[in-house]
Each structure stands twice: as C-alpha cells, then as structure tokens.
C-alpha cells in the first residue's frame, strides 16, 4: 500500500501563495488518483481538489477554482497543490489522498483510502 506525507505548509498573509507537496512511497502514484481535503477546526474535512491517474481529469471545489492548482508528476511520486490569493477561510489542515479503485473522481473523504497526516496552512488577514 502507498504512504502519502505533506509539506509545504505555513503562516502566510492574505493574498500570498503556497504549494502543497504529497509525497508517495511504497507503491508508485500511477495508479492512484489523487485528491486534496482540508479541515478546519470545528468543520468537517472538505474536499478541495482531484486529478486523474493521468491527470486528464480535474475537480475543485467552487471556493477555491480559478485560485488552487492540482497537479502530479507520477515520475517523481508526487502530487501538488498551488494555492495562490489564499484567504483566511482557506486557514484549515490540508491533506492528500489517494484512490486505487474508481474511475471517477472522489469528493467525499470515504472515496480515499489512503491518506498522509496533514500539513497546516494558516492566513492572516
């Protein structure tokens, strides 16, 4: 089974960027897609993001299109988030999935089977 740990986050200010990393290990990333939640404190875990095993597919949640990017380099086992114009409601605990099973992309947190431990992003305003 795979391993996924983030990085990359921190304390920005509002309308700076950040990019979220994932890295995979134990099995390789091609056969997974992949999906971004963040949870804040007192909310539910929120689906952010998901790309393809190929990346020819994309969701995003409305909150955040036009401003996140998810992408992957399979090569590297990698999977990427750039948030750019962050907002203090994007203040949350973001974490990475990955899913081996379906076709089409997950939004809800049971389509993941495997998930990292989290990395905080944190935007004053």
């Known amino acids: 089974q795979v391993q996924l740990v983030e990085s990359g986050g921190g304390l920005v200010q509002a309308g700076d960027s950040l990019r979220l990393s994932c890295a995979a290990t134990g099995r390789t990333l091609s056969i997974y897609n992949m999906g971004w939640f963040r949870q804040a404190p007192g909310r539910e875990r929120e689906f952010v993001a998901a790309?393809?095993?190929?990346?020819?597919?994309?969701l995003y949640a409305d909150s955040v299109k036009g401003r996140f990017t998810i992408s992957r380099s399979n090569a590297k086992n990698m999977a990427y988030l750039q948030m750019n114009s962050l907002k203090p409601e994007d203040t949350a605990v973001y974490y990475c999935g990955a899913d081996s099973t379906k076709v089409t992309l997950g939004v809800t947190g049971s389509d993941y089977a495997y998930w990292g431990q989290g990395t905080q992003v944190t935007v004053s305003s």
């Open positions: 790309l393809s095993r190929s990346s020819t597919r994309t």
